[in-house]
């Protein structure tokens, strides 16, 4: 096919005054499958490459040859961020063909909303949590808004394959098109897919159309990569090594100098990021608030102009809109600390670097963060900064191992040697989903027999594992608890337990979120803090510090006044998980005597250590080793899930089995316990049991109620048990793991 000459004659103009030669790749496999099949389409390519008109030419084309009665095209973002960058973009291609574009969040204006209520066409651009909103408090308008919906593009797809809001795009999706009668297209992008098929199977669902995958022929990987070690005091790794050949790639000498006795690994980030547009990645909101201020010291303490920009979720509007405005502006050399809020496509213009302190925990988070960089034909290019302390001189053997460092090179290693990339998380119980996705279904649907109300949930096909006993007990329970009411019918219609719940904008979101404090200094919103401390002590945020003024614990607010000074900040926990392969392929980097060229010298002196260490303690060939008198560590190599079921059943099953006690957990890298047994009878003690039936259930202590996911506090005891012990719980992944020791 010639996917150009099928272009709409105004994408056509596009192309041409843009002065693109040729289509791309992606462009063209993306014509020839929207145009030459009825399938839903999954576009996966990297980043910058193009993949939003890639999807959206062929959209735009059939839409304005056919316009549609209704909202034609449904585009679904993670972000609102990521909204509002491609309502600009899309605006002056639709424009030309007179094809509407409307975005719709909170922060979008009601008079935008009520021209599209008042003429549903085009595209509209939405959140899942927004769409949620729509679902139910506009149900009455979804056939008049969506009656006649031709495609839904689901952006950045990747970020919705391993957790509940990706379910509950899921069910938004099928819920939509039931209500409003139409059959449309699926189109996913995302540029970190690692096991297509399987996000194909997502992105179908049970829709019982074809997905095709086009295979479009990409341009070479051109990445300048640095790692580097750092401790936080002298002397470093490297500075007692041997010169080594080729450390690191892409990266030039010191372009300035941190001030005297500054952190090394934040003073490396200091002086490389001078004159330079780039991005500063942590892990966690509390990091990012510290190294943001401690950079920002450092300007002043070298009496030089604030360079530093912040940005996290919990920072108000306005700071993060700032951040994005200031990094557009090529003109300025400004360098944003920010978490996974800046991982995602958001156009912040052309960036020559990105850092990542310490490793993330994904190998899709590792390619998104750097994939931000090399736009416009550059090369992608990133610097991990590895901190850590020097160990203790009586420091235990795990604490002595510099699992970032491992874990880092683990990441990319599985990109570079086998494209490997996270895939969808199956099987999981999403009980927790399962109580949004009823409430949400009977506030905007009204009174429903339980029948009616099971049928419209449970054949959600995000639902496939959970049964009508579960969802009857569910129901029983809510019930109970007055979240359901029942009419004098046997009607069910939502409780006022339950208008409590589905009334609070909080509602929409199905991921976790603190109770927060929203902070403010005179009229100025700052962002939102969990716990605020009394009045008087001094809180971190926005990238700056400030002193307690007075604290509203009925409205949640917190006021203060800017001071001077550093104090760690606290957004409320950031859990990781990490998969099983990634921990694989740390074991195989310290068992190995692989150079990697990207290593700095710091880097490549840390981790020659710790594989002698690693070696001399026989961690690499044993998984159990003695650190004294009768305590050991245990090196399962197991991912957060499966981790977490090896804990459990050494603290629950082999307790009595060989006296373990104290058992203290590292996740997921390591274990630490007391027994009375040597490791080979431990290892063949613990292998003895693991190949007796396992029930799920016996692996929760007794009472325990594992509140895992947002809305388990709501759901029956059994339920929420149910759902941690057999959704959560690796238990096959430990068992293979545990039944491969002493081979």
Known sequence: MDVFNRYAPFVQDFVYENGWDSLRGIEVAAGEAIFGTDNHVLLTSSTASGKTEAAFFPILTLLSEDPPASVGCLYIAPLKALINDQFVRLNDLCARAEIPVFHWHGDVSASHKRKLLKHPAGILQITPESLEAMMMRRHGEIAHLFGDLRFIVIDEIHSLLRGDRGGQSLCLMERLTRLAGCSPRRIGLSATIGDPTAAGRFLAGDTGRGVVIPRAKQQGMRWHLLMEHFYNSPPQ????????????????????????????????????????????????????????????????????????LIHHGNLSTSYR?????AMRDDSLAMTTCTTATLELGIDIGKLERAFQIDAPFTVSAFLQRMGRTGRRGDPEEMIFVMREDHPEPRALLPEMVPWPLLQGIALVELYIKERWVEPPREGRLPYSLLYHQTMSTLFSGGEMTAAELAKGVLSLSYFKNISRDDFRELLLHLIEQDHIQKTENDGLIVGLSGERVVNNFKFFAVFQENEEFSVRCDSEELGTIVAPPPVGDKIAIAGHVWIVEEV??????????????RVPAYFGDCPGDIHTKILEKMLSVLCVDDDYRYLGSNARARLKTAREAARIAKITTSPIVLLGGSMYALFPWLGSYAFLALERFIRIKMKDIVKVRGVSASRPYFLTFSMDATPDEFI???????????????????????????????LPEHLVRKGFACGVLDIEGMKQRVMGWGK
């Open 552 to 565: 509203d614990r009925k409205r949640h607010v917190v006021y203060c006044a800017p001071v001077k000074g």
């Open 321 to 325: 809109e700032s951040a994005e405005d």
């Open 237 to 308: 790794a490297g500075d007692m090594a041997e010169p080594m050949k080729g450390q690191g790639q892409g990266v030039e000498q010191k372009t300035d100098t941190a001030p005297v006795a500054a952190d090394p690994g934040l003073g490396f980030i200091f002086e490389h990021t001078r004159g330079k547009k780039c991005l500063v990645f942590s892990n966690s909101r509390e990091e990012c608030e510290a190294v943001t201020s401690t950079l920002r010291a450092y300007c002043e303490a070298r009496h030089e102009p604030d360079r530093f």
């Open 684 to 714: 063949e003690k613990i292998k003895e049991e693991v190949q007796k039936p396992i029930e799920p259930m016996t692996l929760l202590f007794p009472k325990e109620v594992p509140l895992f996911d947002k809305y388990d506090e709501y």
